[in-house]
Structure formats: C-alpha cells, structure tokens
Nanobody, 124 residues
C-alpha cells in the first residue's frame, strides 16, 4: 500500500507564494507520474501540474502556467508544487497523486494513489 501525505497549505493573500510538498511512503518505488490536482468547493477536481520520471517533463494547466512550478525528488519520492502570485481563484483543496503512463496526463484515471488533500485559501 502507498501513502501520500501533503503538507504546506494555509491561508494566504493574493500575490503571495507558497510551496506544497507531498511525500510517498509504504512501497519503495519511483512513480512514473507525480502530479497535483485541486478541487474548489462545489467544483470538479481539476488537473494542476504533473512531472514525468523518465524525461523530467512537466505539464501545467493553463490557469497556473507561469505561476506554478512542479518538481520532484526521486530519491525522497517527494513532489513539490511551488505556487507564486497566488490568486483568490487558486483557493481549493490540493491533492497530490501518483500513477503510471496510461491515459492523458490530465486524466484522473492515470493516477492510482491520492493524498488526503491540503487546503489553500487565498484572500483578495
């Protein structure tokens, strides 16, 4: 069994920066895909960013491109999400997830394991 534990959420102001972390444990492996999703109250969970193990490629939702940066430490099996210039519309519960190579990078079916989520609230 794999456990994912996110940390780093909080109450921020517009324009602030914040870094989320997610550490995987339970099995020793290096996930092919590590990513972040978010879910605002009353909305569907949406893709935010992902990083691929094999070629270090990264992918972003248009809404966060240029403001967020995903990185991973394969030795620690940890994925980070550096968020800058936060906006009120970034307010959501942020979930990390890991998965394989199947399905589109933004498709939740690609991801086999999910964290419990961490709340990020951005006030204007």
């Amino acid at each position: 069994q794999v456990q994912l534990v996110e940390s780093g959420g909080g109450l921020m102001q517009a324009g602030d920066s914040l870094r989320l972390s997610c550490a995987a444990s339970g099995r020793t492996f290096n996930p092919y895909t590590m990513g972040w999703f978010r879910q605002a109250q009353g909305k569907e969970r949406e893709f935010v960013a992902a990083a691929i193990r094999s070629d270090t490629s990264t992918y972003y939702a248009d809404s966060v491109k240029g403001r967020f940066a995903i990185s991973r430490d394969n030795a620690k099996i940890t994925v980070y999400l550096q968020m800058t210039n936060l906006k009120p519309e970034d307010t959501a519960v942020y979930y990390c997830a890991i998965g394989g190579p199947l399905f589109n990078i933004q498709d939740r079916r690609r991801y086999n394991y999910w964290g419990q989520g961490t709340q990020v609230t951005v006030s204007s």
